[in-house]
């Protein structure tokens, strides 16, 4: 059963003195998954991914990692090579070059010649830092050391990547790349939990979502499951005509569940709760009655907006 999952875990649980950082957790991530884990400060979100990483002991329950029991009082050699974990704050060595920073990990993880250099060569490709590689890491910009942080964090080609706040400081242009990064390697077969406060981010990136507040996971489904429970459709309206027309013609139709005006615009935000064909048909009705519509559009409630919903603290 647990074979499925390439994280599992069972009533984990991570007390400091009287502080339970985690508490009860069942989480399941099957193969192949992107899971991004929210959550305002202090949730847990760290210490359940240093657990999950093998760096901090769990004080109950227990953590299956490809169906394999992560062991107490054990360094978990044979798991740990298939993990590749970035925490948040983790250094790097500012006079190494690139290159040279990325051999001493790959020859931690006993990378033999020719190998490691082919290795090299292919992930500081995938995550374009090729021509940075006799730069001194001083040199590089946040989102360059940031990259190659995920550079060396994926050296050994582990199966299953941890991931703690990888975009949090870097710009929208950086963020994008380490996105396109991630996609390259959820497309290659990886397994990646990430953590972000960064909302848009995780909606565009992850195929399920965990939420956790208090230490507790109170939340974790499929983005479409969370889209398709939580989600309300909105229709955008634009109108040449006053929009009091328009809002005095949406008051007798019954899939619409209230609107909002845009400010600045002579434009509704519409709450509808039919589907295509009901939307098409209001499209119709209002055409035939005459209001003059020079904008139409279906669109959803985004990731952000279901955070809210749920009750759960603005994160980003
Ligand atoms: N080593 C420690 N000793 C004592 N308390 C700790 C320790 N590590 C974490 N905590 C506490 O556990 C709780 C959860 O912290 P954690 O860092 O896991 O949260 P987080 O969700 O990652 O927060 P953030 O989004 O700010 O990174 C916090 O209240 C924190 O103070």
């Avoid at 649980?13 to 992107?34: C, F, M, S």
């Avoid at 292919?122 to 989102?143: A, F, M, P, Y």
């Avoid at 669109?299 to 749920?310: H, N, R």
Wanted: glycine share 6%.
């Amino acid at each position: 059963m647990e074979s499925e999952y390439a994280i599992s875990t069972h009533q984990l649980t991570k007390q400091y003195d009287r502080h339970i950082a985690v508490n009860q957790v069942d989480l399941q991530v099957e193969i192949g998954e992107v899971y991004g884990l929210i959550g305002p400060n202090g949730a847990g979100k760290t210490t359940l991914i240093r657990m999950l990483a093998a760096i901090e002991e769990p004080t109950t329950g227990e953590i299956y990692i490809n169906g394999e029991q992560l062991l107490r009082d054990s360094s978990n050699p044979r798991l740990k090579q298939r993990l590749g974990y970035l925490p948040d704050d983790f250094p790097l060595y500012d006079d190494l070059t690139v290159w040279d920073y990325l051999d001493y990990f790959a020859r931690l993880y006993l990378l033999k010649q020719p190998h490691r250099r082919y290795r090299l060569n292919d992930v500081l490709e995938l995550v374009q830092l090729t021509s940075k590689r006799h730069s001194l890491i001083s040199t590089l910009s946040r989102g360059m050391k940031q990259r190659l942080s995920l550079a060396r964090t994926i050296i050994h080609e582990p199966m299953l990547l941890l991931l703690d706040e990888p975009v949090s400081g870097l710009d929208p242009i950086a963020r994008m790349q380490f996105r396109e990064i991630i996609k390259i390697l959820q497309s290659a077969g990886m397994t990646i939990l990430i953590s972000s406060h960064v909302l848009s981010d995780l909606a565009e990136l992850c195929t399920s979502i965990g939420i956790m507040e208090l230490g507790y996971l109170v939340e974790s489904a499929s983005l479409k499951e969370l889209y398709q429970r939580l989600s309300r459709q909105q229709i955008i309206i634009s109108t040449l005509d006053p929009l009091e027309t328009l809002e005095t013609f949406l008051k007798n139709e019954p899939s619409v569940e209230g609107w909002e005006r845009i400010s600045g615009q002579n434009s509704l935000r519409v709450g509808f709760s039919g589907g295509s064909e009901e939307s098409a048909a209001l499209l119709r009705s209002l055409v035939i009655a005459g209001i003059s519509i020079s904008e139409f559009h279906c669109t959803q409630e985004d990731l952000e907006a279901i955070f809210l919903k749920l009750g759960h603290q603005q994160v980003s």
